[in-house]
């Protein structure tokens, strides 16, 4: 039988292994950018598919933080 400390621990983890892993997929989203931008590739498909995904990421990023606090915070 799992407790409510538990619970709650199992839930802080999971939204903390979320936010790492979206945090590694903008770091390595963010170097794409950066090497299209330096070879002059700013018009491509594969710069603006890089800035998309990007932008995705980032916004999912900020949601699972949001509730990676709030479980924190207890809400």
């Known amino acids: 039988m799992t407790t409510t400390l538990e619970s709650k621990a199992d ?3 999971m939204y903390s292994r979320e936010v790492e892993r979206l945090y ?3 770091t390595y989203l963010a ?3 950066a ?4 070879d002059g ?5 594969v710069f603006e598919s890089l800035v998309y995904m990007y ?3 980032r916004d999912q990023h900020a949601t699972a933080k949001q509730a990676y606090n709030n ?3 207890g809400e």
Request: charged share 15%; aromatic share 0%.
């Open 24 to 26: 590694s997929q903008l």
């Open 11 to 13: 839930e802080l983890l």
């Open 31 to 33: 170097g794409g950018i």
């Open 41 to 45: 590739d700013t018009d491509s498909s």
């Open 55 to 57: 932008k995705a990421t």
């Open 35 to 38: 090497s299209a931008a330096a």
């Open 71 to 73: 479980a924190l915070n």
